[in-house]
């Protein structure tokens, strides 16, 4: 047997950079993760919006703000400088994050806004707009420069995960942020409970302030990607691609217009995150105990996402995601089903969102993880790598899907009765807006991860062919530098 058969594989990034990469998307996704789970309700809460209105806003700003992802893939192929092609937008983002996350969350109300009508709602898409752009900028990078970070597709899998159960984590932290503020601004939400009765809704300084503590703590963790990150996968820097060009890429790219649809098709699973605060007050009587509903699903996520990896290993990659969607559809319809029917157990509930947890790394890992592959998948085809573009379309389907699922909930929760009952003066919320809310949150979330798993059938970049694309990527680039 030869040395070469028995040398282990070459380790590209060390402890820092994973570090720097992970904590990167840790603060990004906390910035996301609290306007996705309390922009909503402070617009209903504090500013007197309606909630349906509030979530067709969102939809059309996220919709319309996608137009910018294309144009953002289209610069990141055609950037060159020691930076590389990925940190300069990076940098770009940080200062509209910062800004424009505190003002979605400035109360306007001592301005009338709330009697102006449609002024309010023309406000509340602008800001929002602007900060949809500055999401972009940030969002296309640091997802497309997993795809740099090294050329073996098994770290990257590993790194990948690592950097996507801190991604997790980051979008979930509003839950536990919210509260703190909460509890140190005086005169704010109660935290504490009694049985039987319902906290009162946070104040607008509780949500001005985080906001602003959030969009610090996370730019300042996403300018970690910048100074510590190195991109290793040769590219051919400086090129400008038209968009005819990036169209026929994402074309040729059979694999990746699959997982394209299939997050698509699944875009309810992102339902859950998006009235979370909502489901918080409903079902257990406070906005601040959000952290227990959302503590309970990111253990299992973070779960799913650790064993992932080795459930890849000892199938592949189209037979992961297959399972962890059938498996999301049949827990959640239970769920819905035993606290509709059966029990409202709060003990019973928790376990089932842990349960609904385990299947979250289809949503969260397993889109990068592909996405990646199929960047290598067209450079096997192709001779060129097109991070750029097709980032930029999986970022346009993140954000969409992210709206829509909020939007969606929100109908669902504006159905219900909720903001009748949040209205009155002492806050009693009837079985069957409990009800509506949980099938919201459990339900639909997971009838439409079954129905994402339909074009997986025909996913194929995996086991010997995966390995192919690999070795032979390896050969043409050891031959061009030896040139």
Do not use: R
């Given at each position: 047997m030869s040395e070469k058969a028995n040398a282990k594989p070459q380790k590209y990034m060390n402890l820092k950079e994973i570090l720097a990469y992970s904590l990167g998307l840790f603060g990004f996704q906390a910035i996301v993760g609290l306007l996705n789970s309390y922009q909503a309700e402070f617009y209903g809460s504090i500013m007197g919006a309606n909630l349906a209105i509030v979530g067709a806003i969102i939809l059309i700003a996220k919709i319309v703000s996608a137009v910018f992802d294309p144009i953002v893939g289209n610069k990141i192929e055609s950037t060159k400088g020691k930076l590389g092609k990925f940190k300069p937008f990076i940098i770009a983002s940080i200062p509209v994050?910062?800004?424009?996350?505190?003002?979605?969350?400035?109360?306007?109300?001592?301005?009338?806004f709330e009697n102006a009508g449609n002024a309010l709602y023309i406000y509340i898409f602008i800001t929002f707009l602007i900060w949809c752009l500055g999401m972009t900028l940030a969002d296309v990078p640091t997802q497309g420069i997993a795809a740099v970070l090294t050329p073996d597709p098994n770290e990257r899998t590993n790194i990948v995960s690592i950097a996507n159960t801190a991604k997790q984590i980051g979008f979930a932290a509003c839950a536990v942020i919210v509260p703190v503020i909460c509890l140190i601004i005086k005169g704010g939400s109660k935290v504490i409970v009694a049985k039987g009765e319902q906290d009162s809704p946070m104040i607008a300084p509780e949500y001005l302030f985080t906001a602003i503590a959030t969009a610090v703590f996370g730019c300042a963790l996403m300018a970690l990607i910048v100074f510590w990150s190195k991109e290793r996968v040769p590219y051919a820097s400086g090129e400008k691609t038209s968009f005819k060009d990036m169209f026929e890429a994402i074309k040729g790219n059979t694999p990746l217009i699959l997982v394209i649809v299939s997050y698509f098709l699944g875009f309810g699973r992102q339902m859950a995150m998006g009235i979370q605060v909502q489901a918080a007050y409903a079902l257990i009587g406070s906005q601040n105990l959000v952290i227990i509903l959302g503590i309970t699903t990111a253990i299992?996520?973070?779960?799913?996402?650790?064993?992932?990896?080795?459930?890849?290993?000892?199938?592949?990659e189209k037979t992961a995601y297959l399972i962890l969607s059938i498996y999301g559809f049949v827990v959640s319809v239970l769920a819905y089903i035993v606290y509709a029917f059966v029990t409202k157990n709060a003990v019973v509930m928790y376990i089932f969102l842990f349960l609904i947890g385990l299947q979250f790394s289809a949503v969260t890992l397993m889109p990068m993880i592909m996405t990646a592959d199929c960047v290598d998948y067209y450079e096997y085809k192709t001779g060129k790598r097109t991070e750029g573009p097709v980032y930029a379309l999986l970022s346009l389907t993140i954000k969409v899907c992210l709206a829509l699922g909020t939007a969606l909930g929100l109908f669902f929760v504006s159905k219900s009765g909720y903001s009748e009952a949040i209205q009155q003066s002492t806050v009693v919320f009837e079985e069957s807006t409990k009800n509506t809310i949980f099938f919201a949150y459990t339900a639909m979330p997971g009838i439409l991860a079954l129905l994402s798993a339909v074009p997986m059938f025909k996913y194929d970049i995996y086991g010997k062919k995966k390995e192919e694309i690999s070795a032979a990527l390896a050969e043409r680039r050891a031959s061009a530098e030896s040139e």
């Open positions: 994050l910062l800004i424009f996350t505190a003002v979605v969350f400035l109360d306007i109300t001592p301005l009338h299992g996520s973070m779960i799913s996402m650790a064993v992932t990896p080795v459930l890849i290993k000892k199938t592949n």
